[in-house]
T-cell receptor, first 110, second 119 residues
Framework: QKEVEQDPGPLSVPEGAIVSLNCTYS??????FMWYRQYSRKGPELLMY????GNKEDGRFTAQVDKSSKYISLFIRDSQPSDSATYLC??????????FGAGTRLFVKA | GAVVSQHPSRVICKSGTSVKIECRSL??????MFWYRQFPKKSLMLMAT?????????EQGVEKDKFLINHASLTLSTLTVTSAHPEDSSFYIC???????????????FGNGTRLTVT
């Protein structure tokens, strides 16, 4: 079992839709959770960074962590074609290796 | 803040030659940098951890003599692909933890990657 599992998609939605991206993890020691956005032929860009359980909102993006179920989510409201990218979830325990999910490819159709 | 710059963005070289890729932390000091390799439509594969002033730590299966890493300063790490072969063609990305005294808690910040093509 991989430490961080993520459905690779692709996920295709119409413009304006609410997008839900999800990951599960197996290591209960994980405390720090990240979402990265990666455009084609570019490095990953940090979108959200959260510690422990709870929600964090930044503009159209909301990150949610449920440690009891080991579930990580990213919600994108009012999705735009420019949101089309690969989204990677990641986690670490603090000071150790960051573990990445496989990435979900998202297509937002105009 | 936390900008990581990687150069070159794209390089084409002939089989048997060596290629150097630079990774710089522009607005913070990074005692540790990480080198990843990414295949098309795949996730990031950690190759090695670059430590300033000491030897790099390589992941299992990564040839340290082929992928030479030098971290000579707090803002610069280099990856040299020696005697490159077509199978080394890939997207190489460096990263560093963000700044601050609790940098071990900080998320990784990535460069924009280097696309290496070996002909």
């Amino acid at each position: 079992q991989k430490e961080v599992e993520q459905d690779p998609g692709p996920l295709s939605v119409p413009e304006g839709a609410i997008v839900s991206l999800n990951c599960t993890y197996s290591n209960s020691a994980f405390q720090y959770f990240m979402w990265y956005r990666q455009y084609s032929r570019k490095g990953p860009e940090l979108l959200m960074y959260t510690y422990s359980s709870g929600n964090k909102e930044d503009g159209r993006f909301t990150a949610q962590v449920d440690k009891s179920s080991k579930y990580i989510s990213l919600f994108i409201r009012d999705s735009q074609p420019s949101d089309s990218a690969t989204y990677l979830c990641a986690s670490h325990t603090g000071g150790f290796k960051t573990i990445f999910g496989a990435g979900t490819r998202l297509f937002v159709k105009a | 803040g936390a900008v990581v710059s990687q150069h070159p963005s794209r390089v084409i070289c002939k089989s048997g030659t060596s290629v150097k890729i630079e990774c710089r932390s522009l607005d913070f000091q990074a005692t540790t940098m990480f080198w990843y390799r990414q295949f098309p439509k795949k996730s990031l594969m950690l190759m090695a951890t670059s430590n300033e002033g000491s030897k790099a730590t390589y992941e299992q299966g990564v040839e340290k003599d082929k992928f030479l890493i030098n971290h000579a300063s707090l803002t610069l790490s280099t990856l040299t692909v020696t005697s490159a072969h077509p199978e080394d063609s890939s997207f190489y990305i460096c990263s560093a933890r963000g700044p601050g005294q609790t940098s071990y808690n900080s998320p990784l910040h990535f460069g924009n990657g280097t696309r290496l093509t070996v002909t």
